[in-house]
């Protein structure tokens, strides 16, 4: 069976840090890239930061550049997010999604196969 389930969610205040997970299982990870996305209550689900497959390349929404950072551990399925400084306008549900194979800049959503369920993260102010 396919998964990706995303952990590390949770209520912070701002400034604060977290630090996303994503295990997948049953498909391919370490040819592809991964990305996360979020999408707060109301708005479209939008694109916050991508791996290449060997994770030598990465990818960050502007809103999120220099706060945020993505990396992956292919031997254990994994990819993270981890989120510093953390404000009131990144709450939002958090999900991992796979990509196509190898490199590139793949900020769609449409782009991507296979999605957790999600995370919530709140920041209060």
């Known amino acids: 069976q396919e998964h990706l389930v995303e952990s590390g969610g949770g209520l912070v205040q701002a400034g604060d840090s977290l630090r996303l997970s994503c295990a997948a299982s049953g498909i391919i990870f370490g040819l592809n890239v991964m990305g996360w996305f979020r999408q707060a209550p109301g708005k479209e689900r939008e694109f916050v930061a991508l791996i290449n497959w060997n994770g030598r390349s990465t990818y960050y929404a502007e809103s999120v550049e220099g706060r945020f950072t993505i990396s992956r551990d292919n031997d254990k399925n994994t990819v993270y997010l981890q989120m510093d400084n953390l404000q009131p306008a990144d709450t939002a549900v958090y999900y991992c999604?796979?990509?196509?194979?190898?490199?590139?800049?793949?900020?769609?959503?449409?782009?991507?196969?296979?999605w957790g369920q999600g995370t919530q993260v709140t920041v209060s102010s």
């Open positions: 999604a796979r990509g196509p194979a190898y490199s590139g800049r793949y900020n769609g959503p449409g782009e991507y196969d296979y």
